[in-house]
């Protein structure tokens, strides 16, 4: 107790490669087959205690409709009371515990990960959300230890940053966690984000309700018991499967509701954020409302740019993981010279993408991740084919027959208005619009204008007043703003990740930034010598 505990900035967990004849491999593959061979079920768990409702939904894999993986018992508004409950009783026992305490638990839950549960949550993640291994590792192992550790390290920067003292007097601030819960509603596409977006406020003391989406809630499952393992408390985080209209309309109206930890659609968090406006004088302080919601990324090319980097950067950005990335790349726009001379081996190499089960490693593209998602990607691409101002130049064919496949497709349009250039698939589309080499600048320009959204953007140039042009006239188009490089992949404590306009409050997973949102500072003035008269020297006369 008596002690100043330094922590110092952790480095990113290393990225298995998962090649023939290895042991993360063998590992992998025999974790995959465990758990392929049983039906679990998953309960919510409040309290730190397992509910069953009996309500229950199976849960099968994407890529193979008729491989069923779990039944999970789904909860309803008694439950999410119970809940709130739960969160408010457990305040008293986590205000207890030190920040050295509550560090040591998120450290043990990355060094768990690191090691003896990597495998789980890979073979979770892969199973279901249909993530080739790569995808896997870089998700649900890779970036939730980052997340884990880097979050336990901002702690303590926060932590440290005090106000100074003059002579006579003691100035500190203390980082109080909020006065009430925190409601962390997560998305099915990145199991980190799953096991962030509770921890993260967590980590800063407070108690949290998370609802996972019911299409991650398979994996999300394996994190909550990979955090109980580590020693996070009963009733700190309390996992619930449930419908967002059933808890929406208990969690959000309730007076000691004291934050929103999202990720997910731009109507769902409008909906919240205006729910809460409409109540504000129910609360007992303002909630903190952090989202992150989406995006229509782009990439500009300049005609001085090397055709392989942008070759790999369009289609690594455009169909990992099937385009069901906030950050995955959407939109294009490719200057005539660079498209003549790219244009033949994009469609071949598009083409040729080995699309099946995560299970087969030699798999680029899998499944994406339900019916809906299915019907919605068709959807644009049907209206693509269906136009007279776009083509499909590679891919246009689904198939739902096994599982949920979608070939990645590659639209070419001479509208840069096209629907699909300016509004969110979440799925492997790319929309390409060639412009004249000459008109760089007002193509920036265009980019900028088209979409609501500002999440994630590349520049591909080896010109450098072709980038530093770039730079200034997408300003405000990206949170995270690549050159040379695809959009995606950001990595927690290199690129903190957010974005503004309709994209979200841009508060920056992976920072400190995100951490300051879930604490309330008090500060404390302790007077060393205090006057003893109430008259100043300006009051005497001679």
Not at 125 to 135: E, G
Not at 228 to 252: D, K, M, R, T, Y
Not at 264 to 272: A, V
Request: charged share 25%; aromatic share 10%; with cysteine.
């Amino acid at each position: 107790m008596n002690s100043i505990n330094l922590y110092e900035m952790p480095k990113n967990e290393p990225i298995l490669g998962y090649l023939p004849g290895s042991k993360e491999k063998k590992e992998l593959k025999e974790k995959l087959k465990e758990l392929e061979n049983k039906v679990i079920e998953i309960p919510a768990i409040i309290g730190g205690k397992e509910i069953k409702t009996g309500n229950t939904k199976d849960i099968f894999m994407p890529h193979d409709l008729t491989h069923k993986i779990a039944t999970v018992h789904m909860l309803g508004e008694e439950e999410v009371k119970m809940a709130i409950e739960s969160a408010m009783n457990a305040k008293k026992i986590w205000d207890k515990y030190t920040w050295q305490d509550r560090v040591s638990i998120f450290r043990r839950a990355a060094e768990l990960l690191s090691t003896t549960w990597r495998s789980t949550l890979n073979a979770a993640t892969m199973m279901c959300q249909s993530k080739n291994v790569f995808q896997a590792e870089i998700d649900s192992a890779c970036e939730l230890i980052d997340f884990f550790n880097f979050n336990s390290y901002y702690l303590t920067q926060l932590y440290k940053d005090q106000p100074i003292s003059p002579k006579g007097i003691w100035n500190r601030v203390e980082y109080r966690p909020l006065e009430g819960f925190v409601f962390a509603v997560t998305p099915f596409n990145f199991s980190s984000i799953g096991g962030n977006l509770p921890t993260a406020p967590a980590i800063m003391g407070n108690t949290v309700l998370w609802k996972p989406a019911r299409t991650q809630l398979y994996s999300a499952y394996f994190t909550m018991k990979l955090l109980i393992e580590a020693g996070v408390p009963e009733g700190v985080i309390n996992f619930l499967p449930v419908s967002g209209s059933i808890v929406g309309e208990v969690v959000l109206k309730h007076p000691d509701l004291a934050g929103i930890h999202f990720t997910g659609s731009t109507g769902t968090f409008q909906y919240m954020w205006r729910t809460v406006g409409e109540n504000i004088s129910n609360y007992k302080a303002y909630p903190r409302i952090v989202g992150e919601t989406g995006g229509k990324d782009f990439m500009v090319v300049h005609k001085s740019a090397e055709k392989n980097e942008v070759l790999t950067a369009l289609i690594r950005g455009s169909f990992e993981y099937q385009g069901q990335k906030c950050s995955a790349l959407s939109r294009a726009y490719i200057p005539e010279s660079m498209w003549n001379e790219i244009k033949d081996e994009l469609i071949e190499k598009t083409d040729n993408l080995k699309m099946g089960n995560p299970e087969d490693f030699t798999n680029f593209i899998n499944a994406v991740i339900d019916k809906a998602s299915f019907d919605k990607i068709n959807s644009y691409i049907k209206h693509a084919k269906d136009s007279s101002d776009a083509e499909i130049i590679a891919g246009g064919k689904s198939d739902d027959t096994k599982g949920y496949f979608i070939r990645p497709t590659i639209i070419k349009t001479t509208n840069p208005h096209f629907k699909t250039m300016e509004e969110e698939i979440f799925g492997p589309v790319l929309t390409i619009y060639v412009y004249s080499d000459e008109k760089y600048e007002e193509t920036l320009e265009l980019c900028d204008k088209t979409s609501i959204y500002g999440l994630t953007g590349a520049v591909f140039a080896k010109d450098r007043n072709a980038i530093l042009l770039a730079n200034e006239k997408l300003v405000n188009a990206a949170g995270n703003f690549y050159i040379n490089d695809k959009p995606t992949g950001a990595v927690v404590g290199q690129q903190p990740f957010g974005g503004a306009r309709a994209s979200g409050t841009n508060d920056k997973a992976g920072s400190a930034m995100n951490l300051l949102r879930w604490t309330s500072m008090r500060s404390v003035k302790e007077n060393f010598n205090p006057p003893k008269s109430y008259e100043y020297g300006f009051m005497q006369e001679k």
